[in-house]
């Protein structure tokens, strides 16, 4: 499978710091989704973003998509001790198809 | 809208005995289902991909035999793990896609089950 790497594995920060973390795959992909798992919890969808776009926005929330580099990012804007999670890029290969998940960073932040 | 369910939430049970996950569309059809697994402090990995009224189709390295998948209705498909054993203890979610079409691809995750096996 195609599973992704994120980057980092894990990262700490404090309140109120931006959270950056990086997703690359391995083949072509239809679109680009990430989620965010609290401990022993089931996933929480955040963003999905398509194959032709390059960046989209939500919230404090914002996603880049480099095709040509198959890699994507996801920032977390000025974070709350409650962002603390496990976060998981995924991919899919053909509309319809299984989400292929990366190995996720787990993210703590510190109040 | 697009609510999944699973139950049992968590399940615990001895070795050699099996045990039933199901995974549920509360307010709309999926004809597609997707069940994982998920080891403490890992990602999720593909088991099967479940579509109504026809056989699962298993990833590389899943014994078709120890889970069986059912996919009866389109609001409901089952995982049987059959004959647990301790190493078959993991978090089990399923994720089911909306409708017909797919052009992008949404998904809806179920909470997740875990299973312990003594």
């Known amino acids: 499978s195609q599973q992704g790497e994120e980057d980092p594995q894990a990262l700490s920060i404090q309140e109120g710091e931006n959270a950056t973390m990086n997703c690359s795959y391995k083949t072509s992909i239809n679109n680009l989704q990430w989620y965010r798992q609290n401990s022993g919890r089931g996933l929480v969808h955040l963003i999905l973003?398509?194959?032709?776009?390059r960046e989209k926005h939500s919230g404090r929330l914002r996603v880049t998509l480099d095709t040509s580099k198959k890699s994507s990012s996801l920032l977390i804007t000025a974070s709350r001790a409650a962002d603390t999670a496990s976060y998981f890029c995924?991919?899919?290969?053909?509309?319809?198809?299984?989400?292929?998940f990366g190995k996720g960073t787990t993210l703590s932040v510190s109040s | 809208g697009a609510v999944v369910s699973q139950h049992p939430s968590r399940v615990i049970c001895k070795s050699g005995t099996s045990v039933k996950i199901e995974c549920r569309s509360l307010?709309?059809?999926?004809?597609?289902m997707f069940w994982y697994r998920q080891f403490p402090k890992k990602s999720l990995m593909l088991m099967a991909t479940s579509n109504e009224g026809s056989k699962a189709t298993y990833e590389q390295g899943v014994e078709k035999d120890k889970f069986l998948i059912n996919h009866a209705s389109l609001t409901l498909s089952t995982l049987t793990v059959t004959s647990a054993h301790p190493e078959d203890s993991s978090f089990y979610i399923c994720?089911?896609?909306?409708?017909?079409?797919?052009?992008?691809?949404?998904?809806?995750f179920g909470p997740g089950t875990r299973l312990t096996v003594l």
């Open positions: 994720s089911a896609r909306r409708g017909q079409r797919v052009s992008y691809n949404e998904q809806f």
């Open positions: 973003i398509r194959s032709n776009e």
């Open positions: 307010d709309f059809q999926a004809t597609t």
């Open positions: 995924a991919t899919d290969r053909q509309a319809g198809t299984a989400l292929i």
